[in-house]
């Protein structure tokens, strides 16, 4: 049974990745088709401009590609089900956004209010369902032979603030080719791995799946990018993130294992803080990336060692884990 388990968890994640290999080509043909170019920041930094009108909404290949993989398995349990859910309905808020740039050819779509009020509303959703079973309360403490256990009004509001703030914190990091997916992937392993040794298997195998996605977009988003994944894919990879973190009971996890998004999502608020407070900035441009990238740092160059970090924390993680 356990050997069975295996199998399914490599055929998943190798699904995933062949599919998008496979359709990779197709789909960035049809967005080229339909001119659905990406528009950049004028704001940002001007290295990026270069990259204007390289077909965004990538996220779509993630999504479909995640699908395949768990369809082979059809490992569909209630929880697994839920995460597709929130996966799914965070990619359509991306969606949205990135139709209505595209349409408009500004390099902003849904105002910030709209985009958090449709977050929230699914988190909530998600978390009512969360909180009718009192198992989830017990979220697991890293380094420690401990649980957090929190009433079930904090839970509720604890969930949705994981969803919303995981989903935004990945949304930020989606700044260089290959930056997001690569991170999202790592940290999908990581959180996979912990839950085969909380045999939560079939969560584990949504894991790989959508890392096996990830590991096939990044074939197509690898620096120079042929496609970026836009907010469709960042919404829905951090959703995704964050939901099995929550239903895994590893949601204090995160904070180690998604330590670049953290970091990222940081960096972001100490700048907004530092700004308005004072005048001045800490960090040459934020999210972080930009900040190393405007110090003169290669983009493939803060890519691979974001990625290097990523698996430092994963590893961190992990061990943290396995000592509690």
Not at 19 to 25: A, Q, T
Not at 43 to 68: N, R, W, Y
Not at 254 to 263: E, H, M, N, Q, T
Not at 266 to 287: E, Y
Request: net charge positive; hydrophobic share 55%.
């Amino acid at each position: 049974m356990l050997m069975t388990q295996y199998v399914y968890l490599a055929l998943t994640a190798l699904t995933s990745f062949i599919i998008s290999l496979l359709i990779g080509p197709h789909i960035i043909k049809i967005l080229h088709q339909l001119k659905f170019g990406q528009s950049i920041r004028d704001d940002g930094p001007q290295s990026h401009q270069k990259k204007a009108g390289t077909p965004t909404m990538g996220g779509v290949l993630i999504l479909i590609s995640m699908i395949s993989g768990l369809l082979v398995t059809r490992q569909f349990s209630t929880e697994v089900l839920w995460l597709v859910f929130l996966t799914l309905s965070y990619g359509l808020i991306g969606f949205i956004d990135d139709i209505i740039i595209i349409m408009t050819k500004k390099s902003l779509g849904l105002k910030a209010r709209q985009k958090l009020f449709a977050q929230i509303v699914i988190a909530a959703i998600a978390g009512f369902f969360l909180i009718q079973n009192p198992n989830f309360y017990l979220q697991i403490v890293p380094f420690a032979n401990n649980q957090l256990i929190l009433l079930k009004p904090l839970f509720f509001i604890y969930a949705v603030f994981v969803l919303v703030a995981t989903s935004n914190a990945v949304n930020l990091t989606d700044g260089l080719d290959g930056l997001a997916a690569g991170t999202t992937a790592i940290a999908l392993v990581a959180m996979g791995i912990l839950c085969m040794f909380l045999k939560l298997f079939d969560l584990a195998i949504f894991a790989f799946a959508l890392a096996g996605a990830c590991f096939g977009f990044i074939w197509f988003n690898g620096p120079p990018a042929q496609v970026f994944m836009g907010d469709t894919g960042s919404l829905a990879l951090g959703a995704a993130l964050g939901g099995l973190a929550l239903f895994s009971r590893t949601s204090l996890f995160l904070i180690i294992i998604g330590g670049v998004f953290v970091a990222e999502a940081l960096s972001v608020i100490i700048q907004v803080l530092s700004f308005k407070f004072t005048g001045k900035r800490v960090f040459r441009m934020s999210p972080l990336h930009h900040h190393f990238e405007l110090g003169g740092m290669l983009e493939p160059q803060i890519v691979m060692r974001f990625w290097m970090v990523g698996v430092i924390l994963g590893i961190i993680g992990i061990i943290g884990f396995i000592i509690g």
